[in-house]
């Protein structure tokens, strides 16, 4: 597998819905690319999960292209949370179908998806505001109301743990995305201009160290939680990408979350959003 971002803004503001979907699709597979990630599956391993590998998280992010493109129609025709959440059910659906019931992506079709549906509603109307301010002034009431998951890991440890979890994240209008991860993307680029795998690397450290992740709540309790940030932490501390060796440390990081079966999720499908809102040159420029 040999994915690249070579994402060029067409001559217009914003995108056709079907280009958002393959934008969303193509991020995620992105994020699949990035080696060492702590825990996760990438193209170099499995990581801490015995039911996916790359291959399928791939497939998974072809089979959701589709359904991205209409949550972003959907955006543009203003629709509400409740055909939106119809949608993602059904992506869900087909999700499951394509990865024999493998949960792959569910966090990243709720994350990914509603920033879609901004970004079809922003281009529709010509607005310039970033799309996270944009899933927390149109549907951010309706995400907190709406119905609350018993499947998901996720869900489970936020109630367990009283941690935000994924719906508060999009009801605030993503701010992990904003005020977390795209700060790291940017200043990565400056230690590694040449390398966007080691800029997603950093990122996704500097996710996992600010994140009170569901997923490693879910696998780790809070003793794995306080694990995952402190590696990250410290990785970071030392320089990060911007230290020799560093491909060292984090895979020896990547190796402990094996085996301490630890696996950040919810820190994957934010770096998968960064590098969707990071590709649409309008949230750059927004303030």
Known sequence: MNVALRWQAPPQRELRAEQLGHLASLC?????????????????????????????????????????????????????????????????????????GVNTHRGAIFGLG???????????LGIRKPLGELVSQ????????????????????????????????AACGFPSVYDIALPALHAAR????????????QTCMALIADVADTNLLHRGGVDGLRFAQASASAFLAAGGIGCPGWRKHADGIHQAFVARNLSPGGSADLLAMA?????????????
């Open 275 to 287: 590098l969707f809102v990071d590709a649409l040159f309008v949230d750059r420029l927004a303030p």
């Open 138 to 169: 149109r549907w951010g009431d309706a995400i907190y109301a709406g119905p609350i998951s018993l499947r998901s890991h996720g869900a489970v440890a936020s109630r367990r743990y009283g941690a935000g979890g994924a719906r508060a994240e």
């Open 190 to 201: 400056t230690l590694a201009p040449r390398d966007e795998e080691a800029v997603r690397v």
């Open 28 to 100: 995620l597979k992105l994020e699949v690319e990035t080696y060492p990630k702590p825990g996760l599956v990438s193209h170099v391993d499995n990581g801490a999960h015995r039911d996916m590998d790359a291959g399928l998280l791939c497939r998974s992010a072809d089979t959701l292209a589709p359904f991205f493109h209409d949550l972003a129609a959907a955006g543009a025709e203003g629709a509400g949370m409740d055909r939106l959440r119809a949608i993602g059910v059904a992506a869900e659906r087909a999700m499951l179908a394509a990865t024999s």
């Open 114 to 124: 509603l920033l879609c549906a901004a970004a079809g509603y922003r281009g529709a």
